[in-house]
């Protein structure tokens, strides 16, 4: 039987996504732009999971933390999922999110409220352009969509990656065949745009001359090409970021914290937590974010995978001879520190992906570090490996959320552990 047009719903909360969740007599019932406490109208869409997703029709009765969206383009952009949330109830929703994690895995800590950047200050942007009879399609998915949303305005970017667009629209149509889509990938280093375009092949000499206009013009420090690895076209200088107050090369396609005012917080929690132990281990290091802002005195390692990023960190320590600071390459989901190799320090920090660090944690709880500060960008994995920690004998002192994707659901988090 073909589920019905619309029916009624009640929100009873939100889900991981964002999405407020009601039950139906099918199950749950997943419907984005609704609110804990309302009730509304809704159009049955596809499954998903054992419910059903549903498109909203009307709000029938609002939530008093309801308020209007600020921009324009939410509701049909992808990019931000909660500008209908009063940004109190946000932040109480994500500070819930970590604590509802780590209570599934049986943990009680005190979470605050988190520490929250303002809009318009995300320094990286990935956006969907497509060609279509000659006219170029630039912008955000719509949730759930490769439908791209041309934007024209974003209260979430800072100033300068809004200004690219209207010259990269032009860019890309000249640069696209007919039906041929692509991504452009730009961050805003301290020198100047650093450009990645995700296309197939590499580009023919006219579109080399092309691209270099384009850069004269924006006064881009490099433009790199390639769908997956990033070959880099023309370099007028260096992309360079200042991390703690040292200038550090930022290699094409490199992580980077999204705003420069998140990545401060982030230092400024990570640098307690570490206090004062002497030798610190810095997992899944990066460009260096935490290492470089550790003091000079204390003795720290840093580890990626990622070769480049050791690189630049390398080359930024030994410009400041930071002589007590050492990088190595090494992919610690393959090959994790044991608690052997551990015994060397007295303090840990990581700072894994998304999908967590559950072998390096394994062999973390194992050790004998007497404090260990984990940075997190998923509630969920966090609170499976602060399980392993805490099993292996450490106690969670200390969890601080930091926000620094308003209006989306992500949330990051700073826990210390010590034994």
Not at 19 to 38: R, Y
Not at 145 to 153: C, G, L, M, W, Y
Not at 193 to 211: K, V
Not at 226 to 242: K, M, S
Request: hydrophobic share 45%; charged share 20%.
């Amino acid at each position: 039987m073909p589920p019905p047009a619309t029916l009624e719903v009640e929100i009873a909360r939100l889900g991981g996504r964002g999405d407020g969740i009601g039950e139906s007599a099918e199950g749950p019932v997943f419907v984005p732009l609704t609110l804990p406490g309302e009730r509304a109208r809704v159009s049955p869409q596809g499954p998903r999971g054992s419910g059903r997703m549903a498109r909203l029709v009307t709000v029938l009765r609002p939530s008093p933390a309801r308020v209007e969206p600020p921009c324009a383009h939410f509701g049909d952009c992808g990019g931000c999922a909660l500008q209908h949330l009063a940004r109190s109830a946000e932040a109480a929703w994500k500070r819930d999110k970590i604590a509802g994690a780590l209570a599934r895995q049986g943990l009680a800590v005190e979470v605050p409220l988190p520490l929250a950047t303002f809009p318009g200050g995300r320094r990286r942007a990935q956006w969907a352009a497509r060609r279509r009879n000659g006219n170029v399609t630039l912008g955000f998915n719509a949730r759930a969509s490769h439908r791209i949303v041309a934007i024209a305005d974003c209260l979430v970017l800072r100033p300068r990656l809004l200004a690219l667009l209207p010259a990269l629209r032009p860019l890309l149509a000249a640069l696209l065949r007919d039906g041929q889509a692509a991504d452009a990938q730009a961050t805003e280093a301290d020198n100047g745009i650093d450009l990645w375009l995700r296309l197939p092949g590499t580009p023919s000499l006219a579109e080399r001359e092309l691209l270099a206009g384009f850069a004269e013009a924006q006064d881009a420090a490099r433009i790199s090409w390639g769908e997956r690895a990033a070959e880099t076209i023309l370099q007028r200088r260096l992309p360079v970021v200042a991390l703690s107050g040292l200038p550090v090369s930022l290699p094409a396609g490199a992580f980077l914290q999204a705003s420069r005012e998140g990545e401060a917080l982030l230092q400024r929690l990570v640098v307690a937590g570490v206090g004062a132990s002497a030798s610190v281990l810095d997992l899944y290091a990066g460009l260096g974010t935490f290492a470089l802002a550790l003091p000079a005195s204390l003795r720290v390692h840093a580890v990626d995978a990622a070769a480049d990023a050791i690189a630049a960190l390398r080359q930024a320590a030994g410009q400041a001879d930071r002589r007590r600071l050492s990088a190595a390459v090494r992919d610690l989901d393959r090959q994790p520190f044991t608690a052997e190799e551990l015994k060397g320090y007295e303090a840990a920090i990581f700072d894994p992906p998304r999908a967590g660090a559950a072998k390096q944690a394994a062999e973390l709880a194992r050790s004998g570090l007497s404090t260990i500060v984990a940075v997190s960008c998923s509630a969920s994995t966090f609170a499976r490996d602060a399980r392993l920690l805490v099993d292996g004998g450490y106690r969670l002192d200390s969890v601080h959320p930091v926000d620094q994707f308003p209006w989306s659901p992500h949330v990051e988090l700073v826990a210390r552990f010590s034994r």
